[in-house]
């Protein structure tokens, strides 16, 4: 095979360069812009009440979570809202109170226009195996198209950066032999 010239590699190693640091561009911002949450926060897989799992599990029975029920566009703090199955989850939203949860009234319940949660998290026990069973991830349903494009952009990456070194290895003259697995001693 010709070796390669070094101005062909500096454009290769500078090509492949930019395209991972765009790729770690586009999945650092759609981490910090919350796109990555929204889409594993996405609708309600089951009938209840939205709520920011993290804000309520200081709640005890004594000291209750009281959560104002409405139709926020986000549940910030104390606040809950009405979802039904299918419907998108409001942001920060992350896990749902089951209408089953309330109508049972042990862990948390409905008094007027507000949710008093006592019960947050609990150690429960299925099939042999403890678990910490809270609200937080439940009652959720994830965007189906947000694992192909994370698993997308994993490829993209992989491939840029294997790419970029070569392109790094062909500009300092290193020449690596290839394992031939399929071929005889």
Known sequence: ???????????????????????????????????????????AKVDGYAVNARSIMHATKEAPAVLKVGSFDSVDGERAVLVHKGDRLPANATGVIGADVVKRGRRAK?????????????????????FKDSFQHKGIETYPWGAVWNVLLTLGLGLTLGYMAEGFTDLL???????RHFEGH
């Open 1 to 43: 095979m010709a070796e390669v010239s070094r101005g062909r590699a500096a454009i290769k190693f500078c090509f492949w360069t930019l395209a991972a640091a765009g790729l770690i561009f586009v999945v650092a911002r759609a981490y910090t812009s919350g796109q990555m949450a929204a889409w594993f926060y996405y609708e």
């Open 173 to 179: 003259g290193i020449k690596l032999e290839k394992i």
């Open 110 to 130: 409905l008094e007027a226009d507000t949710l008093v949660v006592t019960i947050p998290w609990q150690i429960a026990e299925k099939s042999g195996f403890k």
